[in-house]
């Protein structure tokens, strides 16, 4: 039975495994290895208790195991606008409806509802499915950035 709940510390170590092994079964498709193994360097069980801290960080579980993440907190410390981060879902729960779940929380998390703009740091792999959510190029700027990936937004309040 799936459900979904706020992030706690004793989360961290299960998340950090759940980011690296999309990473690299999901996105390597899109992704070098050595872009990959970076990423999974920096996304520690430290930097997502440290994540937890500065956002509304939620996990979906299936029972007791974390099959998904996702958080929203503030852009660059903007008390109006947002952004999404750290979505990823295991591999073999894609297409499940779960990505959609985790959009659908984190929209009704409490910041999107004072948003007036809501942000999105998107892979290469995940670019569609934000956009079947709804989220558009930021400021028309349809390419990756020096991150590689692409800048989506939304704009709740209009």
Request: one cysteine or more; hydrophobic letters at 40%; proline letters at 3%.
């Amino acid at each position: 039975m799936l459900h979904i709940r706020r992030f706690i510390p004793t989360d961290a170590v299960a998340v950090a495994q759940v980011v690296a092994t999309t990473l690299r079964t999901t996105n390597r498709q899109d992704y070098t290895e050595a872009y990959i193994e970076h990423d999974i360097q920096v996304l520690t069980p430290t930097f997502f208790l440290e994540k937890a801290q500065q956002t509304h960080f939620y996990v979906v579980c299936d029972a007791t195991q974390i099959v998904g993440t996702g958080a929203i907190g503030s852009y660059w410390g903007s008390v109006t606008e947002f952004s999404l981060f750290d979505i990823f879902v295991l591999p073999t729960y894609q297409g499940r409806g779960i990505g959609r779940l985790i959009i659908t929380t984190l929209e009704q998390d409490t910041y999107f509802h004072r948003a007036k703009r809501v942000e999105i740091p998107a892979s290469i792999t995940a670019l569609g499915f934000y956009q079947k959510m709804g989220y558009q190029f930021k400021a028309g700027h349809n390419h990756v950035d020096d991150e590689q990936l692409y800048r989506l937004e939304k704009f709740p309040q209009s």
